[in-house]
């Protein structure tokens, strides 16, 4: 492969945790910080974070759960499903979203980087790359399904930076009536991008669920890349 990846340890206070971090061939460019879902830095995270290497950016995905387990790795049903739910409660997420500032501040530091730095959440993530946005610490922000944003609406006018969203039709976990609350608040806003992915579900970018959906999920990452080679 092309690529290079690691893990390495990012700086948090006087603590610090780790990330999993791909390099493109060129060895340097623009960054983007991969927010994890509730399944931890896994597999699926570790492929997306390559993959968008392999597009050329230095990507980061930070784990988020480090505070409750370090390292964890779930699948995406039974016993591992209900394992993540139960981290996800124990998080603080006001921590978590410092942790992808403190992520971006890392990235920034490197002299691998050479752009700006965008973060990419998918569930959970996704309402984590909002809130990180809100907070001003990347240059701009992907959510997709992000569950929960419609929750804090409040902050939508304290974010200042490229936004764009993916949501999927059949989401009983964000109905449309949620995604429409959203998209009414970022309207006029000629720097936030909505997408809706008929016949979609949640989850649907992700090849190791049932909810997999190939056309959505290669129609969501070139609209991704589009983004950040338009906005960033």
């Known amino acids: 492969m092309s690529i290079t990846s690691r893990w390495i340890d990012i700086a948090a206070g006087n603590d610090s945790f780790e990330g999993y971090l791909a390099l493109p061939k060129s060895g340097k460019g623009p ?3 991969i927010v994890q879902e509730i399944f931890g830095v896994n597999s699926h995270i ?42 996800l409660q124990k998080t603080n997420v006001d921590l978590a979203v410092a942790d992808i500032g403190a992520s971006a501040q890392a990235l920034r530091a490197m002299p691998e980087v050479t752009g700006k730095v965008a973060a990419i959440g998918y569930c959970f993530g996704g309402r984590l790359a909002y809130l990180a946005a809100a907070q001003r610490t990347v240059d701009g922000a992907v959510a997709y399904y992000g569950g929960g944003i419609q929750n804090h609406l409040d902050l939508a006018a304290q974010i200042k930076v490229p936004m764009q969203f993916h949501y999927a039709e059949l989401d009983q976990g964000i109905p449309l009536d949620a995604v429409g609350q ?14 809706l992915y008929p016949n979609a579900d949640h989850g649907f970018n992700c090849p190791d669920r049932a909810s ?21």
Do not use: M
């Open 31 to 33: 960054a983007v910080i």
């Open 46 to 87: 570790r492929s997306v974070a390559d993959q968008y290497a392999q597009d050329g950016y230095i990507a980061l995905a930070p784990d988020i759960f480090w505070r409750t387990q370090p390292r964890v790795e779930l699948a995406y049903a039974g016993a591992d499903r209900d394992k993540g739910i139960e981290i």
């Open 182 to 195: 959203v998209k009414e608040r970022f309207a006029g806003r000629d720097d936030a991008e909505f997408h």
């Open 212 to 232: 997999y959906n190939q056309h959505a999920a290669a129609l969501a990452h070139g609209r991704t890349l589009t983004f950040l080679g338009e906005r960033l």
